[in-house]
Structures are given as C-alpha cells and as structure tokens.
C-alpha cells in the first residue's frame, strides 16, 4: 500500500504514540509494579500509572482517525485497541502493520 503524504503523517504520529504508549505499560508493569510491592516505593506506580493513563488515553483517541485515515478494516482496528491492553501489544501491532500494510514508516 503506498500512502500519500497525508496518510504517512497519520502513520508515523500514531506509530510514536503506540511505541511510547507500549513503553509506559511495560515500564509500569515490569519497574514501577515491583517498586510498589518489592520494595515499598508506592510513588513510582503513581507517576508511572498516570503518565501512562494519559498516553493510553491519547493512544485510544488516535486509534478512530488513523483507522479512517489508513483505511483499516474493522478487525485491523479492533486489533489495534486490544493491542493497547496487552504488554507488548503496540510493538506486535506495529510490526504486523508495517508486514501486512506494506507502511515503511
């Protein structure tokens, strides 16, 4: 699929919100959790928790446009908001996008 201008600009903003998003998840998942209950630092899953509550919140509200943008059918949409609950989900999705979508980021 070659994209336009238009489309590629939507293609690289969502694809760095969805890698930055990932990263939030697993650094409150993998850092900020065993903080919390390894060693008793409750703060770091409230700032980590919140960065990354924003970022999932961006993330949800650029899925609908890029979809509409690129062209994603349903399940390709529905896809990318699973993705977004899953650890690791934005970086599988990103790579399945750029196989299946042919998009060259």
Do not use: C
């Not at 390894?38 to 993330?59: E, K, N, Q, R, S």
């Not at 059918?73 to 299946?100: E, Q, V």
């Amino acid at each position: 699929m070659t994209l336009d201008s238009k489309q590629l600009n939507w293609a690289k903003r969502f694809k760095w919100i969805s890698l930055i998003e990932g990263l939030s998840f697993l650094i409150l998942l993998f850092i900020a959790m065993p903080l919390k209950y390894i060693y008793d630092l409750p703060l770091a899953v409230t700032y980590v928790g919140w960065a990354h509550g924003l970022l999932f919140m961006i993330y949800i509200y650029v899925v609908f446009p890029t979809a509409s943008k690129l062209k994603w059918n349903f399940s390709r949409t529905l896809f990318a908001l699973i993705a977004s609950i899953l650890p690791f989900g934005p970086f599988i999705f990103h790579r399945n996008l750029k196989k299946n979508q042919k998009v060259d980021f």
